[in-house]
């Protein structure tokens, strides 16, 4: 794609800014099943989206296919469009501005397909060797991907970035008498060569096993510590409640409360797209804005929000460089990067002792539905395990976990020190809460 020669056409038809954004990826995954692979796949994408203005008025296109021939029909049907828009402020494409690069060391190493075939055999044939109550391997895949996104406009702007990434995956289907478990673990994998099968699928076989023999429990309030991931997939359906653009709507309970108090004194936010500790990078958001780390909630304190460019003109604020895509066809929204509770200093045994009786949430289900974003209420599936007496009891399942989660956030006893990123760009270490309701028996 010539992209100057697209900048000039653009300009030359009418166009007063036009923006070039490019997202291509190289992936492999290689899937397994019952003794054999189940699939492979293979990909080359280069997914480009334009988007160009005319008096305060912004559109946009995806492409699946550029041809520098075909610029003026695709930036014609482009300003077409936006004759259409009708909006209630004026848009705008950034101009460039210094960026501060930082780059993470991570020496990723490709492997043979020969490693990558003989490390799935194993894991399939120790993982029914090493506990005979495994009945089945039900997945097992190796992922590899890497990406390059880059964004080019009339203001001069050209920046690069690159991703890379590879991991394993792998579930297991555990029984026990009637009753039937599964469980999946990911690893990270820089160096396929140095990966420790063993120890991995020890963990994943493990966690599957702790999940049998499990029974409901009692309805009634009590002691709760959501455990790491549990936590996590709660925070992270609440993260909208920062979005700038949804305060702005009046859809997050946050508006108005700059400089309040709306959580435990525990509790501090972060949001660093630039965090070395995280598995992704980002120093500028997809509108080309630079990223920095920013507090959203200090010792309680609520201090500021995620802006895109457009929310935080809406706003009359500065962009705090969170405008991402979902995907290079997708607009631009306000979106969290590298954003965690900050951990505290116990570990999860250790809160574990200290709450003596109570549950520990590992599992949540029912995000997609259980959730009332506007009132913060949660109503949801949960699975892990009785405390009794500063120590595990017996696992716990068929119970529903119920709350509010701004009334949930004020009753933080301790923070833990298990933060854990892993392939995550949302994090949160395991909490013990005061109470919570819970429903089953």
Known sequence: MN????IQ?????GLDEFEIYQDE??????SWFDGKMDGFETSHITGTSIRGTIDGKMGSMALEQVCDDQCERVISQLMDSIEYICPKEKDHLRKPEPI???????????????????????LEKQAYKMDGRVIQVSHISWNESKSTRSIFNSHDMNVTDH???????????VKEKDEVKTHNEIEIVEDLNLFNRDEFLSKLIHKSILKLNSTSYPSQKMKVIFEKNAMTSLFSSFMGLF???????????????????????????????????????CCFDDEGCPTRKKKLVEKGIYRVALQSTKSASRLHTESTGNGFKSGYASPVSVQPMNCCIKPGHLSLDSMIQEMKDGIVIEELAGLHSGIDFVSTNFS?????YLVVNGKRDRSISLITVAGNFMDLMNQVICVGNDLDWSYRTIASPSIYFKECSISGE
């Open 3 to 6: 992209k100057e020669k697209w």
């Open 9 to 13: 056409c653009a300009l030359g038809m």
């Open 25 to 30: 990826s190289f992936e492999k995954g290689i």
């Open 100 to 122: 501060e690069w930082i780059h993470k060391d991570i020496n990723w190493v490709q492997p043979s397909m020969d490693l990558v075939y003989d490390t799935i055999q194993y």
């Open 163 to 173: 991703n890379q990434l590879q991991y394993l995956a792998m579930s297991v289907v």
């Open 243 to 281: 979005s700038g653009d949804l305060i702005y709507k009046g859809i997050s309970c946050l508006k108005g409360k700059e400089n309040q108090k709306i959580f435990s004194d525990l509790i501090t936010i972060v949001d660093d797209p630039k965090n070395l500790e995280s598995l992704t990078i």
């Open 380 to 384: 949801l599936q949960a699975s892990g």
